[in-house]
């Protein structure tokens, strides 16, 4: 039996995104593939941006429509996105012509041509817009302690943001939702405490990951957003590098 496109789309689907049905299946993605079509031919306006994440940190970029034949779209993309989404086998497309979010599968990518072929496209509803802070997957070692009701986790923070942090540790201690208590962050250059709220904790075996809420005065704010960005910089700059991977003949 062959495989609909939502079960296509639903093998790379992200587990952050969800797939929304206007019409049907079919007919929402004929209707894409049109307006598609029409800012191909000049008809619509090329408004045209692309969305994919590394590390967390959003990649986004105009796109160029080369060609539309057979439900695939050829576009020409930045060498940022390209790499981005060859990683995640996916991208999300917006336009103010299309009335949601697109997410559509890379059937391939030309990284010496920045040419990205694209199938399947879906609407899309993507919770992660909805963040009030940029969030990033920390790649340094950074040591953390929450301590609240007289116990304590210690661990190595996994992602982070303004207002938010994720704290990797050992399998234990479980706290009462809400618990209110102090973060100790052991950031390079600053050890700071801020005011932690826990709301939950999800096991990634063989650690858990303890997820918090941050109330933070100024002062700790200017040092958590000197860090994020020292993060960020990093970030780009391993997509960079693999851009000029590109330029060496590699894949």
């Not at 994720?166 to 618990?179: D, K, V």
């Amino acid at each position: 039996m062959p495989m609909t496109n939502r079960e296509g789309v639903e093998r790379f689907l992200p587990n952050q995104y969800q797939l929304l049905t206007v019409k049907d299946v079919q007919r929402d993605e004929a209707a894409i593939i049109e307006v598609l079509s029409g800012i191909m031919s000049g008809k619509i306006p090329n408004d045209l941006e692309l969305l994919n994440y590394y590390r967390e940190i959003p990649v986004s970029f105009g796109a160029t429509i080369e060609r539309v034949e057979g439900g695939v779209v050829d576009m020409t993309v930045h060498e940022l996105q390209s790499v981005t989404m060859q990683l995640q086998n996916m991208t999300l497309v917006k336009s103010r012509h299309l009335p949601h979010c697109v997410i559509a599968r890379v059937l391939k990518i030309d990284r010496k041509l920045d040419l990205a072929l694209l199938t399947q496209f879906s609407y899309v509803h993507i919770p992660a817009e909805q963040r009030m802070y940029v969030r990033v997957i920390v790649s340094d070692r950074v040591e953390a302690v929450f301590h609240a009701d007289g116990e304590s986790v210690r661990g190595t923070i996994s992602d982070f943001s303004y207002g938010g942090v994720a704290i990797l540790a050992p399998q234990g201690t479980l706290f009462r939702e809400n618990a209110r208590g102090i973060i100790t962050l052991s950031l390079p250059g600053d050890e700071i405490d801020v005011t932690g709220i826990f709301l939950r904790a999800n096991d990634q075996n063989p650690l858990r990951r303890y997820i918090f809420k941050l109330e933070t005065d100024k002062k700790n704010e200017r040092i958590i957003s000197q860090f994020l960005f020292g993060q960020q910089v990093k970030i780009l700059r391993e997509l960079k590098d693999m851009c000029l991977i590109r330029g060496h003949g590699l894949p």
